[in-house]
């Protein structure tokens, strides 16, 4: 039997058996089964109360007559009806067995590859230049980076690229506001300067008379190729990227220069964009700028809603440069699917502009554009997080704030030398950070507190870290992880469940995928570690009263939670170290 989901398997029998019963075509998607957490009941279905209307019989006689027609199987048990009609499924105890047991040396953990891979342009990160990261970049930053790895992971083609803020009027203002204080490149700038910079420059346009013309007519230098202009905005991308990679370096996230596609990337394509709309009749000029006016959008009063193509001034903006990006990376790079990890706010943005991409023929039918986006991270005021001083906080400051909360936990329960206690604390106050956020649902806010994200019980990566920890102290003291071959056991109850549990990561990642949801895999993990822990209470591995087989089936039973915990969290960014 194939590696793979137990829980697709059974959908398949059951679409089969309602063909067979009754001609009806019921995709096994459809089909209504999930996991039971009833005891003794695997799965559940619950297709019979569903399609007894439509067949005009009582639900249980039609669950009766699925249970007829999925006859025996090697897989479960005699299916049986309960209640108004769910048909439970058990599965057998010695495929369950040796399903666990094929486990051991499959380096993916019966997660099969997709057989359909796609080509993906992951859209990520994207923080503007001459601008520090800010805790408002984690989300954007982290859900993409475990977007990337989980995609990849399933056997899709990724391609990271960082939609990077460094072109517009912003940089004609600031560009100016060097020249003033005779800045040059070269020098021994940081990041801080920039930000420094950034809002000198911004006083001054706002108060300063002359200065907004002066960074207008920049703008135009800066677009025109102005040798001077250019050398000043190359210096400003160099230092701000030197900046991103070090806050990319310190949250273990692989974005490089390569995935650097920002906005003066499209920049040379956009005039050639308009073009092409225009002769396709798609543009209409309003109140001096040439829009396109995607179908089905309007504001409040009704009035059709513009993307703004070029503006008066024969300027390009952020719209159009999104119109681009769907045209280059569906012609130029051939790609399937264009994924943007972007903000809630940009909701309408993103709409609009796929609604473009397809009137223009950029995106077909083929093509699936999605805004990833999500909800915003809230100090415990239900505010967004600011500094005491009302300033918003680095991400660099509060990355090194997660590490230092981490390393006291660390220090009050760990007997390791300093040097060991310091990476460990590193693993575990960034795991703390990434799986807060990626264990609620992106799109809602979250909530960000300290005490709860470091919890050492509950939903949270150092409980999952711990556990992973101690079954490794486990397998330390026991000498020898089990080989392939190991003959399984499940005798008791709760070696049974974690075997059905371990068995369900396919299921879990597949969700994670499909819904870009990292949280459906963290709820898998946690369920797991749960499962495992009362395993551990009732199934004694090393005592001496335990015989050996029985103990070396607990073994794999516990290494394999710990192969299926460390797999899990690297597909989200995160370590579990080997000791704690
Ligand atoms: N730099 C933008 C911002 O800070 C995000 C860019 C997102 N990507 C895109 N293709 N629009 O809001």
């Not at 590696?3 to 063909?19: C, F, H, K, N, P």
């Not at 964009?273 to 504001?299: H, I, M, Q, Y």
Request: aromatic content about 8%.
């Amino acid at each position: 039997m194939p590696a793979g989901d137990i829980g697709s398997e059974i959908r398949g029998r059951v679409a089969t058996a309602l063909r067979e019963a009754f001609d009806v075509r019921v995709e096994p998607a459809d089909t209504m089964v999930r996991p039971s957490g009833q005891a003794g009941v695997d799965y559940q279905c619950d297709i019979a109360m569903k399609l007894a209307r439509t067949l005009r019989r009582p639900p249980r006689e039609v669950a009766e007559a699925v249970v007829g027609a999925l006859g025996t199987s090697s897989v479960f048990e005699p299916p049986q009806v309960s209640g108004p009609g769910f048909v439970n499924f058990t599965l057998r105890t010695d495929w369950l067995a040796a399903r666990v047991a094929g486990l051991l040396g499959d380096g993916r953990l019966g997660v099969a590859a997709t057989q359909r891979p796609r080509r993906i342009a992951l859209d990520y990160s994207s923080p503007n230049v001459a601008k520090e990261m800010h805790v408002g970049h984690l989300r954007p930053t982290i859900i993409g980076d475990a977007l990337l790895r989980l995609l990849r992971f399933a056997g899709h083609e990724v391609l990271p690229h960082n939609h990077l803020g460094d072109w517009g009027t912003p940089f004609g203002m600031l560009i100016e506001h060097l020249v003033d204080i005779g800045w040059e490149s070269g020098g021994d700038h940081t990041i801080n300067d920039l930000d420094g910079f950034y809002r000198q420059a911004r006083a001054k346009f706002d108060g300063e008379p002359g200065f907004a013309d002066r960074s207008r007519a920049r703008v135009v230098a800066l677009q025109g190729g102005d040798q001077r202009t250019l050398r000043l905005w190359r210096a400003l991308v160099d230092e701000s990227t030197r900046h991103f990679n070090e806050v990319y370096r310190l949250l273990d996230v692989g974005l490089t220069d390569d995935d650097i596609y920002g906005e003066s990337f499209y920049d040379p394509m956009l005039a050639g964009t308009v073009a092409d709309l225009e002769g396709k009749g798609l543009t209409r000029v309003s109140d001096g700028a040439v829009c396109l006016f995607p179908v089905g959008f309007a504001n409040r009063e009704g009035e059709p809603l513009p993307l703004i193509l070029r503006k008066r001034d024969g300027g390009y903006g952020y719209h159009v440069t999104d119109v681009a990006t769907l045209r280059y990376w569906t012609a130029e790079r051939g790609v399937d699917d264009l994924l943007y990890v972007v903000g809630a706010p940009q909701a309408q943005h993103f709409r609009m502009v796929f609604a473009a991409g397809r009137e223009a023929g950029y995106l077909t039918d083929a093509h699936r554009a999605v805004h990833i986006g999500f909800g915003s991270m809230l100090g415990e005021d239900g505010r967004t997080i600011r500094t005491r001083a009302g300033g918003s906080v680095k991400l660099a400051d509060l990355l090194a704030e997660a590490v230092d909360n981490a390393a006291e936990i660390v220090a009050e329960r760990s007997q390791l030398e300093p040097a060991e206690q310091a990476q460990v604390a590193r693993a575990v106050g960034l795991g703390a950070l990434k799986y807060a956020d990626l264990s609620s649902d992106r799109e809602h806010d979250y909530v960000f507190t300290w005490s709860r994200m470091l919890a050492t019980e509950g939903n949270t990566s150092v409980y999952l870290q711990y556990a992973v920890a101690r079954i490794r102290s486990i397998l330390r003291s026991a000498g020898a992880v089990p080989p392939p071959g190991t003959v399984v056991q499940l005798g008791e109850p709760a070696e049974r469940a974690l075997a059905v549990k371990l068995l369900q990561l396919p299921a879990a990642v597949d969700a994670a995928v499909e819904g870009y949801a990292p949280h459906k895999l963290c709820t898998y993990l946690y369920e797991l570690a749960k499962v495992f822990t009362a395993f551990h209470g009732s199934c004694p591995i090393l005592k001496d009263h335990v015989a050996p087989d029985v103990r070396g089936s607990r073994l794999v039973l516990a290494h394999l939670t710990a192969e299926v915990l460390v797999l899990g969290l690297a597909l989200i960014g995160i370590e579990a170290p080997q000791r704690m």
